[in-house]
């Protein structure tokens, strides 16, 4: 019987189905989205590259930036002199018997010769002490190191574990290496500094000489009409606020370096005279100069015969504090700058990050400086009364606004 075959049958082919191309994502430039994002990207790399240019010509420019404000803080300190001893020419009219030029020379001889006196009898009884405390200083480490091990003996009866007294023992080193750094970059600090003590009062000068002229070139930068008298108000409080500051800052620092000499001295305290002046020069930064001065002075009598000169020195260090701070500064600022410690720690720690030993000085006048031209801006951006205030000001006084 023939074997039958079942033909092959092909499966029916699938339906064409229409291929659709391939989906592609295509960003629009003009979409939103996208050039938000662009317009961040770009912000961000212009604000990072000035701020990297700003911080290289800070680095470059910073010490000339400081004698400069040196200078001009110098000037605020003569400036009352200047204007006492023009005075009574100006009452009688006479005030062209006395130009300010005479005046600033009449001044500097009685400043200098006040100075040059009391440096003479003072200066050598200073460089002694400080010879004889940086001599000193090994053994300092030395009494410390031993202070060190009577306190171990005392917390092994304590029973205090060991971690712990490792610990103290490396935060008590580290912080007596932090002193003696301290106290070494300060005094190559001032020997670098040295030849501004003849540059500083050549440029104080002519900022008094030429004080209005100066204030008139800013004042035109502006148009005549509000602007320009807003500009004047904000020259006018920038001049109270940093004078107030800088007298304020210079009798701090006297009282201080005269109460510490004193009650160092009555505590029988070794280079009270040393201790007692870089305490009247470290008071001219706010907050943190007497937190370091106090760690100096009571390392120096924890290290002394006495380590309980340390107790008393800090108690009277704490009351002068107290005194001062609450009630002597307030009296002698009256007007200056008002911050608060928080910036104003804040201020002193970004002035040292950007311009070290000088931006520690100069932060602070800085940002007062600032505080009063964001004020004045926000007043002119949102307060038509004051600004209409002036205009009728100026119309019956028009040499304001000239």
Known sequence: MPELKTPKIDPPAPPDVPKSPATRVVLDPSSPSLRSILRVVVITLIILFVAGSVQTIIGSVTSLFFLVILSVFFAYLIDPLVRLIRRPFKDRGLEKWMPRS???????LFVFTVLGIAISNIAPRVIDQAKEFGANIPS???????????????????????EVQNEIN?????????????????VLMSVTYLPWFLLVPILAFFFLKDVNQFRLAVLRMFPAGPYRMRAEAVLQEVNTTLAAYTRAQLISCVLIAILCTIGFYFLGLKYALLLGILAGIFEFVPLLGPVTIGLIVITTAAASDDPWKALYVAIFLIVLRIIHDYVTYPRIVRGGIHLHPLAIILSV??????????????????????????????????????????????????????
């Not at 005479?102 to 500097?108: D, G, P, T």
């Not at 520690?360 to 505080?371: E, S």
């Open 102 to 108: 005479f005046a600033i020379v009449i001044a500097y």
């Open 170 to 186: 490396k935060k008590a080193t580290d912080i007596g290496g932090s002193i003696t750094a301290a106290v070494g970059n300060f």
């Open 349 to 402: 720690l970004a002035g040292e990050q950007v311009a070290g030993i000088p931006g520690v000085f100069l932060a602070i006048p800085i940002v007062a400086v600032a505080t009063v031209i964001y004020r004045h801006v926000l007043e002119h951006r949102g307060t038509r009364g004051l600004v209409s205030g002036w205009i009728e000001d100026a119309e019956s006084h028009p040499e304001a606004g000239a």
């Open 140 to 162: 300092y480490g030395q009494s410390l190191r031993a202070r060190g091990n009577e306190l171990n003996q005392r917390f092994d009866r304590l029973r205090i574990p060991d």
